[in-house]
Nanobody, 129 residues
Framework: EVQLVESGGGLVQAGGSLRLSCVGS????????IGWFRQAPGKEREGVSC????????YYADSVKGRFTISSDNAKNTMSLQMNSLKPEDTAVYYC??????????????????????RGQGTLVTVSS
């Protein structure tokens, strides 16, 4: 079965840290860009971070640069997002997705879900002030 499953969300105070994990099955991370997205109530989806499956290059939205770190282990089809110095505005449902688009386009914004070939169900991150 082709799927992505996230874990690691939860409630944390502002300034705290969380680590999200994304495990894939049924396909190879080598063939895709794997991105983390988030969506807060009433807001548009935001591409938070992305890693190129073939090159391992990493990309970040300006809103998280310097605070979040993405990493992956393609041999295990796993990816993580280390989130430090969390802010209340980071509160959202976070999900990982695989796409054949370049990471630059993923971070800039994707107009259609059709570009997300595999998508997880999401995990809620709540940052209290």
């Amino acid at each position: 079965e082709v799927q992505l499953v996230e874990s690691g969300g939860g409630l944390v105070q502002a300034g705290g840290s969380l680590r999200l994990s994304c495990v894939g099955s049924g396909f190879s991370f080598d063939d895709y860009a794997i991105g983390w997205f988030r969506q807060a109530p009433g807001k548009e989806r935001e591409g938070v971070s992305c890693i190129s499956g073939s090159e391992g290059s990493t990309y970040y939205a300006d809103s998280v640069k310097g605070r979040f770190t993405i990493s992956s282990d393609n041999a295990k089809n796993t990816m993580s997002l280390q989130m430090n110095s969390l802010k209340p505005e980071d509160t959202a449902v976070y999900y990982c997705a695989a796409s054949r688009l370049h990471c630059i386009k993923i971070i800039a914004g994707i107009e259609s879900d059709s570009y997300l070939e595999v998508r997880g169900q999401g995990t809620l991150v709540t940052v209290s002030s």
